[in-house]
């Protein structure tokens, strides 16, 4: 199972059976509301009838059509969608199937775009310590969760560096928002330059808000200085919105949140609801136009593709699921209850074990001193027991974090972080 202490589970499952709207059912027929919008992705709440009819009307319609050399015309109408959501200047997509090959199509149009420019030395990928850019190669070299990487290092993983992480509970415990300490750290970027010399670096990747490392949100300027550095050197930015992508922080992107625009976003999860797999790269016109125009015509610009990129079920799925964020103003519910939301997150402050607190948008995170000796143990128990109270959370470590779909209510808002304050109070 991924991701699964298999023996574990298999002693004791977890089975989702069924889900609407704010809630999964369990096998065991439970009602669980869901805190975190199943994995980050279920951003208009479960089994939408919009989506479902989208999902069927494309599945009687056209079950699959071939993307290479062809297309179809729900493509096109997906890729114009998804491109109208995106930060000006960033509206050119390629679809692929998830996060993970989201990651590596961005890395590799980086290099391409730089070897059109007649740099092709310029090759080294930046990540950053405590990254997640999923599972391929590609995302386990620039990612910087160790356990990701320590098993598969001695093979692939080349060419890359990493920033320092921005997380510091000295300075930034408890911070509502975004922290303000830690811009700074962007300035390592420069160092990195001059260690390996910007001729060398084709892209820098980070998540505008670190999410599977345990929520680790941007200090105040810290992104505005990383796209200052990468324009000065030439480097390709790349957020990857995987997860902040689509109304997360309150916005489509968080690059539009934070007025932070980079050359290429990563997107899959709430692209389409999570309904069928689906993610995608949103390119600059400029990355764009300098692959194609910089090809011979008649020549494959870029040698790269995936067999389910834009399938036609996945395309109807975004279709649908964005004109539902639009038509319900699910982003702006988002803003609007993010405060609510950063209220009962705090309140936790004085719960056991409680180490650390903090939130943006939509999303939180809620650090635990862990257990001598057993890492991870104390926020896996809270999981459990939330899981048997009936609410769904997600655990990393020893960060418990938060991301409800933005259909959430207060009221229901409020039955997470209590039901979460019990839980630490009944484990040791
Ligand atoms: N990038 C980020 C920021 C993610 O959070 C994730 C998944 O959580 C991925 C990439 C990988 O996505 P997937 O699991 O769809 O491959």
């Given at each position: 199972m ?6 574990q589970?298999?002693a ?8 609407r709207g704010?809630?999964?059912?369990s096998?065991d027929g439970?009602e669980?509301?869901?805190g975190?919008?199943g994995?980050w ?7 939408r009838d919009?989506i479902?009819a ?14 290479f050399?062809?297309g179809?015309?729900?493509a096109?109408?997906?890729a ?11 509206d050119r ?5 998830s996060?993970s090959?989201?990651?590596d199509?961005a890395?590799?149009?980086a290099?391409a775009?730089?070897?059109a ?5 310029r090759?080294?990928l930046i990540?950053?310590?405590r990254g997640?850019h999923g ?7 620039v990612?910087?969760i160790?356990?990701?990487r320590?098993?598969f ?8 560096d990493?920033l320092?992480?921005?997380h ?5 415990a ?11 750290l962007a300035d390592e970027?420069e160092r990195l330059?001059?260690?390996h010399?910007a001729?060398?670096?084709a ?13 680790l949100?941007p200090?105040q300027?810290?992104l505005?200085r990383?796209?200052?550095?990468c ?10 919105e995987?997860i902040t992508?689509?109304g997360?922080?309150?916005h489509?992107t968080?690059s539009?949140h934070?007025?932070?625009?980079p050359d290429?976003?990563?997107?899959a999860?709430?692209i ?5 797999p689906?993610g995608?790269v949103?390119a600059s016109?400029s990355v764009?136009?300098?692959i194609?125009q910089g090809?011979t015509?008649?020549a494959?610009?870029l ?9 036609p ?9 964005l004109e539902?964020?639009?038509?319900e103003?699910l982003?702006e519910?988002?803003r609007?209850l ?11 402050a004085?719960?056991?074990y409680?180490?650390?607190i903090r939130n943006?948008?939509?999303?939180a995170?809620?650090e635990l ?5 057993a890492p991870?143990a ?7 027991k939330?899981?048997e109270a009936g609410v769904?959370?997600?655990y990393?470590g020893d960060?418990l974090?938060?991301?409800?779909p933005l259909?959430?209510?207060?009221e229901?808002?409020?039955r997470i972080?209590?039901?979460?304050r ?7």
């Amino acid at each position: 199972m991924p991701f699964t202490a298999n023996r574990q589970f298999k002693a004791a499952p977890r089975l989702l059976a069924s889900a609407r709207g704010m809630y999964y059912r369990s096998h065991d027929g439970r009602e669980i509301l869901d805190g975190c919008a199943g994995l980050w992705c279920v951003n208009a709440g479960h089994c939408r009838d919009e989506i479902v009819a989208a999902v069927k009307s494309a599945s009687e319609e056209l079950d699959f059509a071939p993307t290479f050399q062809m297309g179809h015309p729900l493509a096109f109408k997906a890729a114009a969608e998804v491109a109208k959501m995106m930060p000006a200047g960033l509206d050119r997509i390629f679809f692929v199937n998830s996060g993970s090959e989201a990651v590596d199509t961005a890395l590799k149009i980086a290099l391409a775009y730089h070897r059109a420019r007649g740099e092709a030395q310029r090759t080294r990928l930046i990540g950053r310590e405590r990254g997640y850019h999923g599972v391929g190669f590609g995302g386990i070299s620039v990612g910087g969760i160790a356990p990701n990487r320590k098993t598969f290092s001695g093979s692939l993983l080349g060419n890359v560096d990493h920033l320092p992480h921005t997380h510091d509970l000295e300075h930034n415990a408890f911070s509502k928002g975004q922290p303000a300490w830690g811009a700074h750290l962007a300035d390592e970027l420069e160092r990195l330059v001059a260690l390996h010399d910007a001729s060398t670096i084709a892209a820098v990747i980070v998540e505008p808000v670190a999410g599977s490392t345990g929520v680790l949100i941007p200090p105040q300027g810290y992104l505005q200085r990383l796209r200052e550095i990468c324009t000065k050197h030439g480097i390709l930015l790349i957020f990857d919105e995987v997860i902040t992508g689509f109304g997360r922080l309150g916005h489509a992107t968080a690059s539009e949140h934070f007025g932070v625009t980079p050359d290429l976003i990563t997107l899959a999860k709430a692209i389409n609801n999570a309904a069928v797999p689906m993610g995608a790269v949103a390119a600059s016109t400029s990355v764009h136009d300098t692959i194609v125009q910089g090809g011979t015509p008649g020549a494959i610009e870029l040698f790269h593709g995936y067999t389910y990129s834009a399938h036609p079920v996945a395309s109807a799925a975004a279709i649908a699921t964005l004109e539902l964020y639009r038509k319900e103003q699910l982003f702006e519910r988002a803003r609007d209850l993010a405060p609510a939301f950063q209220q009962a997150a705090h309140a936790l402050a004085d719960a056991p074990y409680v180490k650390d607190i903090r939130n943006l948008g939509l999303v939180a995170g809620i650090e635990l001193e862990s257990r001598p000796g057993a890492p991870g143990a104390r926020a896996y128990e809270a999981f459990v027991k939330c899981f048997e109270a009936g609410v769904l959370v997600r655990y990393t470590g020893d960060i418990l974090a938060f991301s409800p779909p933005l259909i959430i209510s207060e009221e229901q808002i409020g039955r997470i972080f209590d039901t979460v304050r019990q839980a630490l109070s009944t484990i040791q």
